[in-house]
């Protein structure tokens, strides 16, 4: 009978391979870690900005229906724009919804109507207190609109004297 010589190789990985590998993965995650907060940054930031950017098309939609009804003075329940329920100003931007009040003085529950009725569906929760995503609060008479998510105060200003949309990126 002949006898097998043969020794047979230890199959897995050794201590130093190990240890490499697990240097390896560490350094990739000291770079990766970073640019994932960086993109939730940035999520957030694109967030504001879209919508802002829904918010002055409503504006400027709304103020569009209204001179293609004709109208020159304040009206109520502008027809033909979202729910036919916006009333505007006498140049033609939104001041309210359901309170019916063209008046260029902002209140909060204005500017929350203001929101609802130009954003429409799927709009972004607003509110005066609780926790909306964006709380409002009155500015020498301005909407603003302050996003809570990131902290950070960033937040969209609406001016219904001009229909002005101003954003601050914090």
Partial sequence: MKRDT???????????????????????????LPRFAQLSEQAHQSSIRATAGALAAGVAL??????????????TNVVG?????????????PTSVDSDDTTTAMNA??????????L??????VGTAGTPEYLITIDNGD??????????????????????????IN
């Fill in 6 to 32: 043969r020794t047979k190789k230890q199959q897995g990985f050794t201590l130093i391979e190990l240890v490499v590998v697990i240097a390896i993965l560490a350094i990739l995650a000291a770079f990766a």
């Fill in 109 to 118: 529950t204005k500017c929350q109507e203001v929101w609802l009725g130009v």
């Fill in 81 to 93: 724009f979202g729910n036919d329920n916006v009333d505007v100003s006498d140049d033609g931007w």
């Fill in 120 to 125: 429409q569906s799927n709009a972004p929760t």
């Fill in 62 to 75: 709304a103020k569009t229906q209204w001179v293609s009804n004709g109208f020159t003075a304040a009206e």
């Fill in 143 to 168: 909407c603003v609109f302050t996003y809570q998510a990131d902290n950070q105060g960033s937040s969209i200003e609406y001016d219904a004297d001009t229909g002005e949309i101003n954003t601050t």
